[in-house]
Protein backbone atom coordinates (compact mmCIF):
# COMPACT_ATOMS: atom_id res chain seq x y z
CA UNK A 1 0.00 0.00 0.00
CA UNK A 2 0.94 3.31 -0.76
CA UNK A 3 1.95 5.71 2.09
CA UNK A 4 1.28 9.34 1.16
CA UNK A 5 2.73 12.96 3.18
CA UNK A 6 1.04 15.74 2.64
CA UNK A 7 2.89 19.07 2.76
CA UNK A 8 2.47 23.29 1.92
CA UNK A 9 -0.78 24.09 3.87
CA UNK A 10 -0.94 26.95 6.08
CA UNK A 11 -2.40 30.50 6.16
CA UNK A 12 -3.45 32.71 3.52
CA UNK A 13 -5.05 35.64 2.60
CA UNK A 14 -8.49 35.87 0.86
CA UNK A 15 -7.19 35.97 -2.66
CA UNK A 16 -3.72 34.70 -2.21
CA UNK A 17 -2.14 31.09 -3.33
CA UNK A 18 -0.97 28.05 -1.79
CA UNK A 19 0.63 24.81 -3.25
CA UNK A 20 0.14 21.47 -1.60
CA UNK A 21 2.19 18.58 -2.36
CA UNK A 22 1.46 14.90 -2.08
CA UNK A 23 4.36 13.03 -1.86
CA UNK A 24 4.59 9.07 -2.29
CA UNK A 25 7.02 8.11 0.93
CA UNK A 26 9.43 5.22 0.42
CA UNK A 27 7.42 3.84 -2.72
CA UNK A 28 6.35 5.66 -6.15
CA UNK A 29 3.00 6.90 -6.72
CA UNK A 30 3.36 4.65 -9.75
CA UNK A 31 0.01 4.88 -11.83
CA UNK A 32 -2.72 5.41 -9.72
CA UNK A 33 -5.37 8.09 -10.08
CA UNK A 34 -4.44 10.85 -6.70
CA UNK A 35 -7.59 12.39 -5.37
CA UNK A 36 -7.30 15.59 -3.19
CA UNK A 37 -9.87 16.11 -0.79
CA UNK A 38 -10.74 18.44 2.13
CA UNK A 39 -13.39 18.40 5.21
CA UNK A 40 -14.12 21.18 7.07
CA UNK A 41 -15.15 21.51 10.69
CA UNK A 42 -18.43 20.09 10.59
CA UNK A 43 -18.34 19.46 7.32
CA UNK A 44 -18.41 16.46 5.05
CA UNK A 45 -15.07 15.50 3.34
CA UNK A 46 -15.72 16.27 -0.44
CA UNK A 47 -13.19 15.70 -3.06
CA UNK A 48 -11.43 19.04 -4.78
CA UNK A 49 -9.95 17.32 -7.44
CA UNK A 50 -8.56 14.21 -9.21
CA UNK A 51 -5.81 13.82 -11.58
CA UNK A 52 -5.19 10.17 -13.63
CA UNK A 53 -2.24 8.30 -13.40
CA UNK A 54 -1.25 9.37 -16.52
CA UNK A 55 -1.83 13.17 -15.63
CA UNK A 56 -3.95 13.01 -19.14
CA UNK A 57 -7.45 13.64 -17.00
CA UNK A 58 -8.32 16.24 -14.30
CA UNK A 59 -11.74 16.66 -12.85
CA UNK A 60 -12.41 19.54 -10.21
CA UNK A 61 -15.11 20.26 -7.96
CA UNK A 62 -17.45 23.26 -9.03
CA UNK A 63 -16.56 25.01 -5.94
CA UNK A 64 -12.57 25.25 -7.12
CA UNK A 65 -13.02 25.36 -11.03
CA UNK A 66 -11.16 28.14 -12.48
CA UNK A 67 -9.02 28.52 -9.01
CA UNK A 68 -7.09 25.18 -8.36
CA UNK A 69 -4.78 23.39 -10.78
CA UNK A 70 -3.84 19.72 -9.93
CA UNK A 71 -0.40 18.34 -11.56
CA UNK A 72 1.52 15.42 -11.47
CA UNK A 73 5.20 14.80 -11.58
CA UNK A 74 5.68 11.05 -11.80
CA UNK A 75 9.54 10.92 -11.74
CA UNK A 76 9.46 12.78 -8.31
CA UNK A 77 6.54 10.79 -7.34
CA UNK A 78 4.49 13.84 -6.20
CA UNK A 79 1.30 15.27 -7.19
CA UNK A 80 0.78 19.03 -6.67
CA UNK A 81 -2.81 21.22 -5.93
CA UNK A 82 -1.87 24.86 -6.49
CA UNK A 83 -4.99 26.89 -5.29
CA UNK A 84 -5.04 30.30 -6.37
CA UNK A 85 -7.58 32.58 -5.63
CA UNK A 86 -8.54 31.33 -2.22
CA UNK A 87 -11.25 32.05 -0.23
CA UNK A 88 -12.49 31.45 3.26
CA UNK A 89 -14.46 28.55 2.65
CA UNK A 90 -11.62 26.95 1.31
CA UNK A 91 -10.40 26.42 4.62
CA UNK A 92 -10.01 22.78 5.88
CA UNK A 93 -7.67 20.00 6.20
CA UNK A 94 -6.54 18.87 2.71
CA UNK A 95 -5.75 15.17 2.15
CA UNK A 96 -4.52 13.16 -0.97
CA UNK A 97 -5.07 8.91 -1.59
CA UNK A 98 -5.17 7.71 -4.41
CA UNK A 99 -7.25 5.37 -6.38
CA UNK A 100 -7.59 1.86 -5.89
CA UNK A 101 -7.88 -0.02 -9.03
CA UNK A 102 -5.01 2.04 -11.36
CA UNK A 103 -5.23 5.33 -12.64
CA UNK A 104 -8.65 6.37 -13.59
CA UNK A 105 -10.11 9.12 -11.84
CA UNK A 106 -13.53 8.72 -10.03
CA UNK A 107 -16.16 10.37 -7.78
CA UNK A 108 -16.59 7.61 -5.47
CA UNK A 109 -14.41 8.50 -2.20
CA UNK A 110 -14.68 4.67 -1.55
CA UNK A 111 -12.68 3.84 -3.94
CA UNK A 112 -9.69 5.51 -2.97
CA UNK A 113 -6.84 4.46 -0.50
CA UNK A 114 -3.50 4.89 1.56
CA UNK A 115 -4.48 8.65 2.94
CA UNK A 116 -1.94 10.99 3.83
CA UNK A 117 -2.71 12.57 7.38
CA UNK A 118 -3.81 16.02 6.09
CA UNK A 119 -2.38 19.38 5.94
CA UNK A 120 -4.43 22.81 7.43
CA UNK A 121 -5.71 25.26 5.32
CA UNK A 122 -6.20 28.94 6.63
CA UNK A 123 -7.73 31.20 4.64
CA UNK A 124 -8.09 34.67 6.90
CA UNK A 125 -7.53 38.34 6.46
Known amino acids: QLQLVESGGGLAQPGGSLRLSCAGASVSLGRNAIGWFRQAPGKERERVSC????????QYADSVKGRFTTTRDNAKSTVYLQMNMLKPEDTAVYYC??????????????????WGQGTQVIVSS
Open 97 to 114: AAGKYGGACTPNQDLFDS
Open 51 to 58: ISGTGVTT
